[in-house]
T-cell receptor
Framework: DGGITQSPKYLFRKEGQNVTLSCEQN?????MYWYRQDPGQGLRLIYY???????QKGDIAEGYSVSREKKESFPLTVTSAQKNPTAFYLC?????????????FGPGTRLTVL | RKEVEQDPGPFNVPEGATVAFNCTYS??????FFWYRQDCRKEPKLLMS???SGNEDGRFTAQLNRASQYISLLIRDSKLSDSATYLC?????????????FGTGTRLQVFP
C-alpha cells in the first residue's frame, strides 16, 4: 500500500535537546511538507521541498531544520532553539506543485517537551 | 483579519439531520479550495475539492461563492461516523502549493 509513514507516533524530549522526526513516502511524490498543528490553530507550514536536495522555509521555520537527500524521505529536526516545540507535527506530500493537488498526510508525531 | 475563518462549533446534531458549514477567505485571488476531514488526534484527509460550479459527492455538497469569498459544505442525513472536525483549506497561490491556508476547523458531533 502506498502512503506516508511518520515515526515515532509519540515523542518526549527534554528541554535543550534536538530531536529528529521521520517522514517517509512511497507515493513517488515530488513535493513534501512539514506542518505543525496547535490546539485552536490551523496547520502552519514549517518547511517544504519540491525536489530532492532543495527545500524552502515556510511561515514558521525558526528553530527547525530539514534535509531532502532522497525523494522518499524528508526528516524534520526540532532544535533547542524552537521555543515552544510541543505540538502535533504532520508531514504531507503532493504529486506536483499545482494548486489543485491534494495533500496526503502522514499519521503525525506528537512531540512533548518535558 | 484571519485569512481563512470558520465557526469552530461544535455543531451538535441528531442523526439524519442536515448541517451546513461556512468558511470565508480574505484573498480574492485564491485559486483552489478544499474541505478536509480530521478525526480526533488523526491526520487530515481530503473530503472534497470545491469547484466553481459546486460539486456533490453522495451526502456531501460543496459550493463556492467567489463574489462573497466563502465556501460551504452541506452534509445531508448525518451519520454518527460524520463526527469529526472539518477543515476549510484555501490555496492563495497561482502555481505553488506552498500557499495553502488552513482554517482552524469546525467540529461536528452527531448524536443518536
Amino acid at each position: 500500500d502506498g502512503g506516508i509513514t511518520q515515526s515515532p507516533k509519540y515523542l518526549f524530549r527534554k528541554e535543550g535537546q534536538n530531536v529528529t522526526l521521520s517522514c517517509e513516502q512511497n507515493l513517488n511524490h515530488d513535493a513534501m511538507y512539514w506542518y505543525r498543528q496547535d490546539p485552536g490553530q490551523g496547520l502552519r507550514l514549517i518547511y517544504y521541498s519540491q525536489i530532492v536536495n532543495d527545500f524552502q522555509k515556510g511561515d514558521i521555520a525558526e528553530g527547525y531544520s530539514v534535509s531532502r537527500e532522497k525523494k522518499e524521505s524528508f526528516p524534520l529536526t526540532v532544535t533547542s532553539a524552537q521555543k515552544n516545540p510541543t505540538a502535533f507535527y504532520l508531514c504531507a506530500s503532493t504529486a506536483g506543485t499545482s494548486v489543485y493537488n491534494e495533500q496526503f498526510f502522514g499519521p503525525g508525531t506528537r512531540l512533548t517537551v518535558l | 483579519r484571519k485569512e481563512v475563518e470558520q465557526d469552530p462549533g461544535p455543531f451538535n446534531v441528531p442523526e439524519g439531520a442536515t448541517v451546513a458549514f461556512n468558511c470565508t477567505y480574505s484573498n480574492s485571488a485564491s485559486q483552489s479550495f478544499f474541505w478536509y476531514r480530521q478525526d480526533c488526534r488523526k491526520e487530515p484527509k481530503l473530503l472534497m475539492s470545491v469547484y466553481s460550479s459546486g460539486n456533490e459527492d453522495g451526502r456531501f455538497t460543496a459550493q463556492l461563492n467567489r463574489a462573497s469569498q466563502y465556501i460551504s459544505l452541506l452534509i445531508r442525513d448525518s451519520k454518527l461516523s460524520d463526527s469529526a472536525t472539518y477543515l476549510c483549506v484555501v490555496n492563495e497561490g497561482e502555481m505553488q502549493a506552498d500557499k495553502l491556508i488552513f482554517g482552524t476547523g469546525t467540529r461536528l458531533q452527531v448524536f443518536p
